[in-house]
């Protein structure tokens, strides 16, 4: 298939908006990784009318899809680990055109995963596993055991995947596979929940009791990017923190999350007034600040 799309690709090769090319072969019939096509073609650039452009090919009964990228959006689903399809893209594709060596530095990079990098990731995991834990919860004490579940394996994914970043690694399609290896206790957990055959409310019930250990021994870490910037000054308001820079990747969750984080002790709030009699604006801060 790629002396087929050759000519395509050697075409955008000779454009110096072109930062690099990769193809992704499927490896075996049921892998998902190339989203059901036998070749993906995969282009970056530096700049494009749309983030993302989608071309897709057929010869004989073979297909192909090129993947057209904006160097901006690439670097946004890494950081975010929204797409990680395209992790392993870069990864294990094959090069074949770099120009100034952008892919193999990209690689190379990969491959390090930056501890700054992983605090962002592991920030937004644990922002999603906060809400999707307190969500589940809430449903679980009304009763709603199916959407209880639900969410509690979206937890469980997240937790995975914050362990998974915390150990140094990317988390990859098959995440649960990684898992098994890195952190069998989790595992384990979210083995027991999908094929125990105990009723669903004695499952969910189970499983509340031991996350409760497992996301309490991961605060530290899953806060650190947050607790990181609020040391910068001695209080913040919602709204200075939910604008942030960084914090905006998980803004959407960052109510809960803080919440949470007061519950346990690791963040304080402070009430100053307003010129409403009794309204007070609420602050937040890290004890040793003040």
Do not use: C
């Given at each position: 298939m790629e002396d087929?799309?050759?000519?395509?690709?050697?075409?955008?090769?000779?454009?110096?908006?072109?930062?690099?090319?990769?193809?992704?072969?499927?490896?075996?019939?049921?892998?998902?990784?190339?989203?059901?096509?036998?070749?993906?073609?995969?282009?970056?650039?530096k700049e494009a009318e749309h983030p993302v452009f989608i071309k897709h090919y057929t010869y004989e009964d073979r297909k192909a899809a090129m993947h057209l990228v904006t160097e901006k959006q690439l670097n946004e689903w890494l950081l975010l680990g929204s797409n990680r399809k395209m992790v392993e893209w870069l990864l294990t594709g094959k090069i074949v055109f770099d120009r100034n060596e952008y892919i193999d530095n990209l690689r190379t990079e990969l491959k390090d995963f930056p501890f700054y990098g992983?605090?962002?990731?592991?920030?937004?995991?644990?922002?999603?596993?906060?809400?999707?834990?307190?969500?589940?919860?809430a449903f679980f004490e009304t009763r709603h055991?199916?959407?209880?579940?639900?969410?509690?394996?979206?937890?469980?994914?997240?937790?995975?995947?914050?362990?998974?970043?915390?150990?140094?690694?990317?988390?990859?399609?098959?995440?649960?596979?990684?898992?098994?290896?890195?952190?069998?206790?989790?595992?384990?957990?979210?083995e027991e929940l999908v094929n125990s055959e105990e009723s669903i409310e004695k499952r969910l019930e189970l499983l509340f009791l031991a996350s409760e250990f497992l996301i309490h021994s991961r605060t530290e870490v899953g806060a650190s990017h947050l607790i990181g910037i609020m040391s910068e000054k001695q209080e913040w308001s919602f709204q200075e923190l939910q604008f942030h820079q960084e914090i905006s990747y998980y803004s959407v969750d960052l109510a809960v999350m803080i919440e949470f984080l007061i519950e346990k002790g690791t963040l304080k709030t402070k009430a100053v007034e307003t010129k409403g009699k009794g309204i007070y604006h609420r602050y937040y801060f890290i004890e040793e600040q003040v």
């Open positions: 087929i799309l050759r000519p395509i690709y050697q075409e955008r090769a000779s454009q110096p908006n072109t930062l690099g090319i990769v193809i992704m072969e499927k490896r075996d019939k049921q892998s998902p990784i190339t989203d059901t096509f036998d070749t993906i073609l995969l282009i970056v650039v992983r605090k962002i990731k592991m920030g937004i995991e644990f922002a999603k596993l906060i809400r999707r834990y307190m969500d589940g919860k055991f199916l959407d209880a579940y639900n969410h509690v394996v979206h937890s469980l994914h997240h937790l995975a995947r914050l362990a998974v970043i915390e150990n140094g690694f990317h988390p990859e399609v098959t995440v649960w596979n990684q898992v098994k290896q890195i952190e069998p206790e989790i595992y384990k957990l979210y």
